[in-house]
């Protein structure tokens, strides 16, 4: 099958296109700028260019189109975190209308987030959960892209695949990632209870449900989760023995308001996690990593993305 991967450069991209062209599918990444892409061919366009990017669809002439365009900093700053999202949140919009409208008849399938659910009532949500109804204001507009993207998605005929916190090899809690570098400078702080609800996705299980969901023909939407909702409290002091850093220090939330704002708060205090139910069940997938503890112990140091059959080495990252 012919696949358009728009963001295949990315963090899950790359762990996906191994995955796909190990599986047998043709793989077209969509890149802004000309470059060579192991195991796939380039079409060049940007995605906020709707002629562009109507181009590059009429040269890759997909089945498929797998969207996962970000442009997310490493590190985020919540305080900022509306300016820091706003290109990613126009990737989210615009993008993916730029994609749909020259899509002909392929099915898109997108990326979207398991952790921006309404946090009231039950602190594992599955897809019948609203997201976030009155988030904080830095998030706001986070949430709207979303909203958005979800429905042009899913009005289309396609699927919009939720992933939770994203780690290995390239992300922000990689060995070299920001959130890591934060970590083990002590930056990283224990706010309130720590009572905010994680489901963790390492990019090669994001890789090979992305397979699952070209192969199965699901639509809508699906959490693409671990096994192990975790709290904070219990996963940041845990993270930083594994990769030597100090342990965190508490703070309140007034403080951590204070310095950080209301989304820094919300993030250590009320995200709820996801359950992958669903998704086991329409697209027969399950995580290679059960819990984020046995991502972060087997992917390989040098960061080589896996390929399909071939799970990953040792040590991990999380974003």
Do not use: C
Not at 7 to 24: K, M
């Amino acid at each position: 099958m012919r696949i358009l991967l728009a963001g295949a450069t990315g963090v899950i991209g790359r762990q996906t296109v191994p995955v796909l062209a190990a599986a047998g599918h043709q793989v077209i990444g969509l890149a802004r700028t000309p470059g060579r892409l192991p195991g796939a061919q380039v079409v060049v366009a940007d995605a906020l260019d709707p002629a562009a990017v109507a181009a590059a669809v009429r040269a890759a002439a997909p089945e498929v189109i797998v969207h996962m365009l970000t442009a997310v900093p490493d590190p985020v700053n919540p305080r900022h975190l509306a300016r820091d999202m706003a290109l990613t949140d126009r990737l989210r919009t615009q993008g993916t209308a730029n994609l749909l409208a020259a899509a002909g008849g392929a099915r898109m399938i997108a990326q979207g987030l398991a952790y921006a659910y309404d946090p009231a009532g039950s602190p594992v949500k599955d897809e019948d959960a609203p997201l976030w109804r009155h988030p904080p204001g830095q998030y706001t507009s986070v949430v709207d892209a979303l909203r958005d993207l979800e429905h042009q998605v899913t009005t289309s005929g396609g699927l919009v695949l939720r992933f939770g916190h994203l780690y290995g090899p390239g992300s922000s809690f990689a060995p070299d990632g920001g959130f890591t570098r934060q970590l083990l400078g002590g930056q990283v702080p224990l706010v309130g209870d720590g009572g905010a609800m994680f489901s963790f996705t390492h990019a090669y299980d994001a890789a090979t449900a992305i397979l699952a969901a070209i192969e199965h023909p699901a639509r809508g939407v699906l959490n693409i989760v671990d096994d192990q909702p975790v709290p904070v409290r219990e996963w940041l002091p845990a993270m930083a023995a594994m990769r030597g850093a100090p342990a965190p220090r508490r703070i309140p939330r007034w403080l951590a308001r204070l310095v950080a704002g209301g989304y820094a708060v919300a993030y250590m205090t009320r995200l709820a996690g996801a359950a992958n139910t669903r998704a086991r069940q329409q697209l027969d997938w399950k995580p290679t990593y059960s819990s984020w503890q046995d991502g972060l112990a087997a992917t390989p140091p040098t960061g080589e993305p896996a390929t399909r059959g071939r799970p990953p080495g040792r040590d991990a990252g999380l974003l």
